[in-house]
């Protein structure tokens, strides 16, 4: 799973998010400029044929903070809780993965310790878990969390991709 950028067409029409590389490259290629920093939105200089994808949002009420989310199908595309930037990450193989060296080591649901063979470490189950889910996160590019206003996507990308946005 990746982050995605939002893309709106000349008239300022939504049209179905794309992939970061895709974005940094109909930038450097002058086929796009940025239209919000956050969260991050191109806007195409050349009209296209619009045939967006249906994205749904959906909202989690908790009992002191509200999360929003956007899905298009399953995929998470944007979301925000806590007053955080959220990172969709997979699921696969976190609870058989090894927080600590990385190893698979197999066990079944009912078992709520993980035991490493491996190296040895010793954790409950959940926050093996959590701490995998943590990793994952942090290799999709985004190193901090950020509250919402101190984050500015356009330092990283400028640099990706030489493109200077004004």
């Given amino acids: ?3 995605f950028i939002f893309v709106l067409d000349t008239k300022g029409r939504a049209l179905s998010p794309c992939q970061p590389g895709v974005g940094r490259s109909l930038l450097k290629a002058a086929k796009a400029s940025v239209f919000r920093q956050f969260p ?4 195409l200089n050349k009209e296209v044929p619009a045939n967006p994808e249906l994205l749904e949002l ?4 908790g009992s002191k ?9 399953v995929r998470a595309i944007f979301g925000v809780k806590y007053g955080k930037v ?3 990450v997979s699921p696969q193989y976190t609870s058989q993965d090894c927080s600590n060296c990385g190893e698979t080591v197999k066990k079944s649901l009912i078992v709520r ?6 190296c040895g470490f010793v954790a409950e189950r959940d926050r093996n878990v959590a701490v995998n889910i943590l990793q994952k996160g ?11 206003g101190e ?7 400028e640099q990706s991709c030489g493109v200077t946005v004004g």
């Fill in 1 to 3: 799973m990746s982050n």
């Fill in 40 to 43: 991050f939105t191109i806007i």
């Fill in 58 to 61: 959906k909202l989690d009420s």
């Fill in 65 to 73: 903070t509200t999360g929003i989310a956007i899905l298009q199908g």
């Fill in 86 to 88: 959220t990172i969709a």
């Fill in 113 to 118: 310790t993980h035991v490493c063979p491996h």
């Fill in 138 to 148: 942090l290799s999709v590019g985004q190193t901090q969390t950020h509250t919402l």
């Fill in 151 to 157: 984050f500015n996507p356009l330092a990283s990308l």
